[in-house]
Every structure is written in C-alpha cells, then in structure tokens.
C-alpha cells in the first residue's frame, strides 16, 4: 500500500504571526484588524492581528464563492487562517478560514460604565443612560457571518489540503 499526504492537512503548522516563514502553510488564531477591501481583479483582502503582530490575508480571485464569505468578516472577528505564506509581499493565501466568533446583533456597551448604550434614533448613534456617553451610529451589518469552518472550493484547493467533508486536522479541531 502507498501512503500519501494528499488531502492531509499535515503541512499545516501553529504560528504566531511574528514566527512564520516563507512558504509555511500556519494556521493563526487572530482578530481581524482591518476590514475586508476588494480590489480591481475581485481579490479580497483583510488585515489580521494576534498577540504579536499584524499581517495581511488575501483571499484571490479563483477561489470564487469563497470570497464572498472572507467579505462578510468585520473588525474584532475572532477567527482562524489557514494558507500559505506568501514571502514578498508578506501576505497568507487563504485555504481555509474558521470563524470562531462574530457578534453582529445587539447595541454597544458602554466602555466606560459597561451598560448597554439605548438608541438616540434613527442615525443619531447611542446614548449610555447612566453615565451620559455619547457614541456615533454604526453601519449597517452587510451580511451575517456564523461562526464555523469554511474552506476554498474544489477548483482552488491545493492537492494537500483536506476537505472540510473529511473532518478538520486535529491542530484545526483544538480551535474549535
């Protein structure tokens, strides 16, 4: 019998941002840090940051309905990614992206008093009835984001990365 690493995930390597090489495949459990731009050509991009630095994760055209996932994230997502490093310019690939948390829904607290900050109305932002903080209106949420695995479709994956249909590896079921 043959024994392959095909399909596996066992390239796949726990980094922090600052300690990943070029053309490692890490998974890195960060915050989204810039919200997701899109440029001319559909490739998506988003800044991720973690206890030690910030780096930028792309995820590119012909990973097709995959980017349509990566543009929902929004600051302070909590997520994991999974790619390839990229050297020049330092950029991880997207392969697989676990969304660990998204809150979406509800009004802000107050940073100074804790307290849910009430409406002041229709594009007038949020008003802490305890200790009188004002803060500005949010914007709209484009989309609702559910925590879990996703992954690029067939025709962008790479030959050793495994199917979230087989299960995630077990570095990637510690996230979870």
Request: aromatic content about 4%; some cysteine; charged content about 25%.
């Amino acid at each position: 019998m043959i024994m392959s690493n095909q399909g596996t995930d066992d390239h796949i390597v726990e980094r922090n941002i600052s300690d990943i090489c070029p053309m490692e495949s890490p998974a890195v459990q960060g915050e989204v840090s810039s919200p997701p731009r899109t440029i001319q050509g559909g490739h998506v991009f988003f800044g991720l940051r973690d206890d030690t630095e910030d780096i930028v994760c792309a995820a590119y055209e012909p990973t097709k309905e995959f980017r349509e996932v990566v543009s929902l994230l929004q600051e302070g997502d909590e997520v994991v990614v999974v790619g390839s490093m990229r050297n020049e310019p330092a950029t991880i690939n997207l392969e697989k992206l676990l969304v660990l948390s998204a809150p979406r829904a509800g009004n802000p607290c107050c940073p100074d008093c804790g307290r849910s900050m009430p409406s002041s109305g229709k594009g007038q932002g949020y008003r802490c009835r305890k200790c009188g903080r004002k803060e500005e209106a949010r914007k709209p949420s484009p989309g609702v984001l559910q925590p879990g695995a996703y992954q690029v479709p067939v025709c962008a994956r790479r030959h050793l990365m495994r199917p979230l249909e087989r299960g995630l590896h077990p570095i990637l079921k510690s996230y979870i």
